[in-house]
């Protein structure tokens, strides 16, 4: 599936994304906090959830970096604790592209996906259309102050937010801030290719010290959504941190649909001028 970055001619640069390796995650949060910081994201999580550790529970649009807290336990041996960061996955086909009616959502020269907030009118279209559950309206009360973040007035902001792989940095050739803060090099950033290859490796280590229930979620360009933008590793099924086992975008079968309903509108409107010259 093409990304669209083609239509960059000569802007078009190489694809890049991230490999996010659960198995070194230690669930520090210093992405969540970097992730905030840099892109002035407003502060949520501040409740208790009674989810473990985890204070933010999903992906939101004030949370775009979310540290996910497994805990696992087994009859007689000690609980596994399963960390993963997750994140927009940047998706090569992505469903929310395909309903945004206003052109609020573009594919940067980068092959990352986001949104201009100077043009989302808050349809909220997009936010089913994902399959992982990731753009969300931010329902807090826009404000002036700070005045860095760009809101007017006093109503509701209403428009959807979601992370933008950092493109400010990414254009000034910085790698994104989750990235640049996490310790252990859990989220890894770079070409999308050479992050696949060195997962691939990553994965067989982990496979040849028997490390039970590897497997790489994403990696696939040839999966339901074209393969991710950013892919992880993880050491349990995908719906033990949260994820669709086999995410599909809704949109893949739109332009059938759509042929599908032009022939039978057809069929309906012979067949009603049929009658008509039979009468």
């Known amino acids: 599936m093409k990304t669209g970055i ?4 000569a802007e078009r640069q190489e694809r890049v994304g991230f490999f996010t390796d659960t198995s070194i995650c230690i669930g520090c949060k210093a992405c969540e ?9 407003p502060e949520d999580g501040l409740n208790w959830t009674g989810e473990s550790y985890d204070n933010t529970s999903a992906l939101s649009a004030n949370t775009w970096r979310h540290v996910a807290f497994v805990e696992q336990q087994s009859d007689g041996g000690p609980p596994r604790w399963l ?3 997750d994140v927009c996955k940047h998706c090569t086909h992505a ?3 395909d309903v945004c009616p206003t052109g609020a959502l573009f594919r940067t020269e980068f092959g990352t996906v986001v949104v201009q907030e100077d043009i989302c009118n808050g349809c909220g279209y997009c936010v089913p259309a994902c399959p992982f559950g990731v753009l969300d309206k931010r329902h807090l009360p826009a404000t002036t102050d700070p005045p860095a ?10 428009r959807v937010w979601k992370c933008t792989l950092c493109y400010d940095r990414l254009k000034g050739g ?9 310790p252990t090099k859990s989220i890894q950033f770079g070409p999308l290719d050479e992050l696949r290859e060195r997962a691939d490796a990553r994965l067989r280590k982990l496979q040849d010290d ?3 229930g590897a497997q790489l979620y994403g990696r696939d360009p040839d999966d339901g959504v074209g393969g991710f933008g950013a892919f992880f590793l993880l050491l349990d099924e995908p ?3 949260g994820f669709p086992p086999d995410p599909v975008v809704p949109t893949k079968h739109l332009g059938s649909m759509w042929r599908n309903m032009a022939v039978a509108a057809g069929a309906i409107v012979a067949g009603v001028a049929a009658a008509m010259a039979g009468r």
Do not use: F, Q, R
């Open 6 to 9: 083609d239509t960059y001619g």
């Open 33 to 41: 906090v970097a992730c905030k910081e840099w892109n002035l994201v």
């Open 83 to 85: 960390m993963e960061s």
């Open 95 to 97: 469903a929310c592209l």
């Open 149 to 158: 973040l760009g809101l007017l007035g006093t109503k509701e902001d209403g």
């Open 174 to 182: 910085h790698e994104p801030a989750c990235a640049k803060a996490c």
């Open 210 to 212: 028997e490390v039970e």
């Open 239 to 241: 719906e033990v941190y």
